[in-house]
């Protein structure tokens, strides 16, 4: 059964006015107050409190904003914690008519960091907020000035894209990303208000515009996968990247299904003297109600959508996640993202059945505690499909 912490993580379900989880992180920085910023500001963030009137504004540090950074540089999540620890969000009411918007919209559309000046009504502490999509921010505060102090470099398929107002935001979201445009620069875009049809546009809150990519791409490949030929075996992946394992039990199939376990072992980040384990599944083109297991479904759902994409091949997914203590603070939806891609780019066990398929699995994972769980795994026991008879 799922613990609170690991369904809230971190957001706020429990109404105490700070996750008690999260207080510890207060402790281990200390940074001086600041009143203004002068430096590079590589993306812009937008909060969801208040929504449809929203603040939001630039993200700003002198590092890199991008996790395929980090991990290129091999980064651990105390760099990664370290760097985002001095960042600064900053805030003013996005409307879309105000005038910040066309300056954080520029920040947005920028290929690389632009220089920012920012003063802010009053000096800023540290107070390090998070929950299990956004990657954490270590400062933030009320802006009373910003000024863009450079010049952005726009591609050409960013900028045709927010041109265009009468392209949906879903065929705008598809074509950025087959044109080489990464989910977190289409994030931004969405969150900016720079992406669907001119009359819909508005600053979308960072945090569900992470899942909106992730689905909006989902949505198209769903589409595209199921007139491939299936997959000719079983295949199974598995990787780790800052604790967390994720497994992928690709099974030859016509149509799409997918089904993800999400455990937290006992005693790591949500939670507590027990494992925390969520399962959510999908049949077919939609999927209606939002994941209790948050964004990182979407993400896990993308990756492997992405890489039979890629294969040219139809199959039905299982997807593990398994989160150790290793995994000691939350940096957000990305980490089981690029999780998803280590593990479907290693060299894939290929076998004949489901049962060795699972047993496979089982191995690379050290436990079979999640086969009891999965629903597609008791279907297909219990009735034969074409792929039994070949």
């Known amino acids: 059964m799922p613990s609170r912490c690991s369904v809230c993580k971190g957001r706020g379900m429990c109404g105490l006015p700070r996750c008690p989880i999260s207080s510890r992180f207060h402790a281990l920085h200390n940074t001086k107050p600041v009143s203004d910023y002068m430096g590079a500001s590589p993306s812009v963030f937008v909060g969801s409190y208040g929504y449809p009137k929203v603040v939001g504004g630039p993200l700003m540090i002198n590092d890199s904003d991008n996790p395929l950074d980090w991990i290129q540089r091999g980064l651990s999540i105390d760099d990664i914690v370290s760097i985002r620890s001095r960042t600064i969000r900053g805030g003013k009411e996005m409307d879309i008519k105000a005038p910040v918007i066309d300056k954080v919209q520029e920040i947005a559309l920028s290929s690389k960091p632009l220089d920012v000046e920012v003063a802010f009504t009053k000096p800023i502490q540290f107070d390090l907020s998070f929950d299990g999509d956004v990657t954490p921010v270590g400062l933030s505060g009320e802006m009373k000035k910003l000024d863009v102090i450079d010049n952005a470099s726009v591609s050409l398929v960013v900028d045709a894209c927010t041109s265009d107002t009468d392209l949906k935001s879903t065929e705008a979201a598809r074509i950025l990303f087959e044109n080489g445009t990464d989910v977190y620069k289409i994030t931004n875009l969405l969150s900016a208000g720079l992406l669907g049809l001119g009359k819909n546009r508005r600053a ?5 515009a992470i899942t909106a990519t992730d689905d909006m791409i989902c949505t198209a490949y769903k589409k595209e996968i199921v007139h491939y030929p299936a997959l000719s075996e079983f295949e199974v992946y598995c990787s780790e990247l800052h604790g967390n394992r994720l497994c992928f039990i690709l099974i030859p199939a016509n149509d799409w299904r997918f089904e993800m376990l999400e455990r937290w072992q006992k005693h790591s980040l949500w939670a507590e003297e027990e494992d925390s384990i969520i399962v959510d599944r999908e049949a077919g083109m939609t999927k209606r109600e939002y994941s209790p297991i948050a964004g990182g479904y979407y993400a896990a759902r993308l990756a492997v959508l992405e890489h039979l994409k890629r294969a040219g091949r139809c199959a039905r997914v299982i997807c593990i996640r398994d989160i150790s203590g290793e995994y000691w603070a939350p940096l957000g939806v990305w980490v089981v993202r690029e999780a998803a891609h280590k ?48």
Do not use: C, H, Y
């Open 204 to 208: 979308v809150p960072t945090r569900w």
């Open 343 to 390: 593990s479907l780019s290693s060299a894939p066990v290929k076998v004949s059945t489901l049962s060795d398929a699972v047993n496979a699995a089982a191995f690379k994972i050290g436990s079979r505690f999640w086969v009891p769980q999965i629903e597609m795994i008791r279907d297909m026991k219990a009735q034969k499909s074409i792929f039994d008879f070949r």
